[in-house]
């Protein structure tokens, strides 16, 4: 069973625009929400993360926004450019144990210039 | 600095044949993980060593083994490939498994089973 449910798989958005890809946890244990991106030929690089003691956080173009009790989170990428297309994963971590960080099932953002 | 390094990048395998990839980081990390990348299901960790000496299974562990040859060097075994394994690996590394620590990634082996 996902452990963290993201969508949507593809997303196209032209130069400028918004991106916005969303992701969903049941688990409350979690307490650490990484992004991920991740050009071709690659490996997952970390983007940004968030704590779930703050509703937002913002670095450059990124910001993460955080529901709590809806157990959802979600990133925004503002002016999008076409050097943002890959794909982004996000993800999920537990306090304890070495094992404990779960990945979304990725979206491939292509932006168009 | 190298990070995490993978060999080989690509490789093209027959059923049956066995193979061995190859992890090294050079940051100290104490954790170490596999995990195998397929379209539409994101990652999925195959085995992981919290610390040298030590590993567990993760999500996806069934036909592959491991070995924790020191503290730089996590190697993934696949003994009999079967073409469900054809698939991108990814290691990665971080100082110690919990919250907080993002993992390091290597740029992975492409593999075919034919």
């Known amino acids: 069973q996902q452990q963290v449910k993201q969508s949507p798989q593809s997303l196209i958005v032209q130069k400028g625009g918004i991106s916005i890809i969303n992701c969903a946890y049941e688990n409350t244990a979690f307490d650490y929400f990484p992004w991920y991106q991740q050009f071709p030929g690659k490996g997952p690089a970390l983007l940004i993360a968030?704590?779930?003691?703050?509703s937002e956080k913002k670095e450059g173009r990124f910001t993460i926004s955080f529901n709590k009790s809806a157990k959802q989170f979600s990133l925004h990428i503002m002016d999008s450019q076409p050097g943002d297309s890959a794909t982004y994963f996000c993800?999920?971590?537990?306090?304890?144990?070495?094992?404990?960080?779960?990945f979304g099932t990725g979206t491939r953002l292509t932006v168009i210039p | 600095n190298a990070g995490v390094t993978q060999t080989p990048k690509f490789q093209v395998l027959k059923t049956g044949q066995s193979m061995t990839l190859q992890c090294a980081q050079d940051m100290n990390h104490n954790s170490m993980y596999w995990y195998r990348q397929d379209p539409g299901m994101g990652l999925r960790l195959i085995y992981y060593s919290a610390s040298e000496g030590t590993t567990d299974k993760g999500e996806v562990p069934n036909g592959y083994n491991v070995s924790r040859l020191n503290k730089r060097e996590f190697s993934l075994r696949l003994e009999s490939a079967a073409p469900s394994q054809t698939s991108v690996y990814f290691c990665?590394?971080?100082?110690?498994?919990?919250?907080?620590?993002?993992?390091?990634f290597g740029d992975g082996t492409r593999l075919s089973i034919l």
């Open positions: 990665a590394s971080r100082p110690w498994g919990g919250s907080n620590q993002p993992q390091h």
């Open positions: 968030i704590r779930p003691d703050v």
């Open positions: 993800a999920a971590e537990g306090r304890r144990g070495a094992n404990n960080l779960f």
